[in-house]
């Protein structure tokens, strides 16, 4: 079994360092580097190689989606999981518009980390159980493959 690599993007060190623990341990997902904000971000991946970038939405410099959208020109094949505690329509529709493979909210448990991070790397969009019927509908209309929609179980 091959280790995902994971980049963690966020400005807060309690959340880095807690997503760090969670994935201790996982056999089969590895937290290659971490980052503060987008523009950090940038500089790591133009150096190196993720299997999935663990990018918070609200940072100072450059924010999660205007960096996501940098990503994606850069390697269109990289896999980008947005995470916030916001969970609303416009971020998730922002994310995914972006090139995000899905959306986690920062109170979902380790389970649904380890989860959504092994679906993002399989290419399979991920979405929180938090997002509400009517915002996956308009996230839904956003996707050009509705198809590779899975739920968080």
Request: glycine share 4%.
């Amino acid at each position: 079994m091959e280790k995902i690599n994971v980049l963690i993007v966020d400005d807060r060190d309690i959340v880095r360092d807690s997503l760090r623990v969670t994935f201790s341990g996982v056999k089969d997902i590895y937290v290659k580097d971490e980052a503060v904000d987008g523009a950090e971000a940038m500089r790591l991946i133009e150096k190196n190689e993720y299997d999935v970038v663990l990018m918070d939405i609200n940072m100072p410099n450059m924010d999660g989606i205007k960096a996501t959208k940098e990503i994606i020109k850069i390697n269109p094949n990289m896999k980008v999981l947005a995470s916030s505690f916001y969970v609303t329509p416009l971020y998730i529709k922002e994310m995914i518009r972006a090139g995000s493979y899905g959306f986690i909210t920062k109170g979902d448990n380790r389970a649904a980390y380890i989860e959504a991070v092994r679906t993002v790397a399989n290419g399979t969009v991920y979405l929180s159980d938090e997002i509400n019927n009517e915002t996956y509908d308009q996230v839904l209309s956003y996707l050009k493959t509705p198809s590779k929609i899975t739920l968080s179980a």
